[in-house]
T-cell receptor, first 115, second 114 residues
């Protein structure tokens, strides 16, 4: 399985500021995904980040709020911009499985609290 | 709207009791199905998955799930739970062939009493 490292693991931030979350994978992958898990809710896909192209955002998520970088095949960042308390969530990075009919892998998540 | 429903939000069981967690989805085409578990303070781990073939899927730690296409369901079962099964369980569906984009259910928090 892929080893996915996310940094930071948790943070407490002031409203109006921005936080950049890093996702590092121990092998090259084509597809990387960012999810959000709001308190008491399920995981929701924010965007797909493919190397060499702009991220593709899901309905309800926009680039100005959640800019994503994907500079190479092992790394991606998600920035949560101009934060408000409603952005308090766990943000997870996910990558594709190794072959067809394998599952995606998930990082341990970044727990963000906005005060 | 396309969705994944988990009907039980909180479940409390005694050790050795049987478990069944419901999962229904609303996609009409071919889907891949998953159950993930998240133990307190840990990341998501795959319990089991269904892509094709035998609709009764066996996973780790004694869990199994049955895919019933006519009911759009993928219920998770375990005959005898243990205290260590205390965790949150997520059903996930991949309705987008060729991608790894998942739609998750709302999760079920299971507490097993020793």
């Amino acid at each position: 399985s892929a080893v996915i490292s996310q940094k930071p693991s948790r943070d407490i931030c002031q409203r109006g500021t921005s936080l950049t979350i890093q996702c590092q994978v121990d092998s090259q992958v084509t597809m990387m995904f960012w999810y959000r898990q709001q308190p008491g809710q399920s995981l929701t896909l924010i965007a797909t980040a493919n190397q060499g192209s702009e991220a593709t955002y899901e309905s309800g998520f926009v680039i100005d709020k959640f800019p994503i970088s994907r500079p190479n095949l092992t790394f991606s960042t998600l920035t949560v911009s101009n934060m408000s308390p409603e952005d308090s969530s766990i943000y997870l990075c996910s990558v594709e499985g190794w072959t067809v009919n394998t599952e995606a892998f998930f990082g341990q998540g970044t727990r963000l609290t906005v005060v | 709207a396309q969705s994944v429903s988990q009907h039980n939000h909180h479940v409390i069981l005694s050790e050795a009791a049987s478990l069944e967690l419901g999962c229904n989805y609303s996609y009409g085409g071919t889907v891949n199905l998953f159950w993930y578990v998240q133990y307190p303070g840990q990341h998501l781990q795959l319990l089991l998955k269904y892509f094709s073939g035998d609709p009764l899927v066996k996973g780790i730690k004694g869990f199994e799930a049955e895919f019933i296409k006519s009911k759009f369901s993928f219920n998770l079962r375990k005959p005898s739970v243990q205290w260590s099964d205390t965790a949150e369980y997520f059903c996930a569906v991949n309705p987008f062939s060729g991608t790894y984009k998942y739609i998750f259910g709302t999760g079920t928090r299971l507490k097993v009493l020793a």
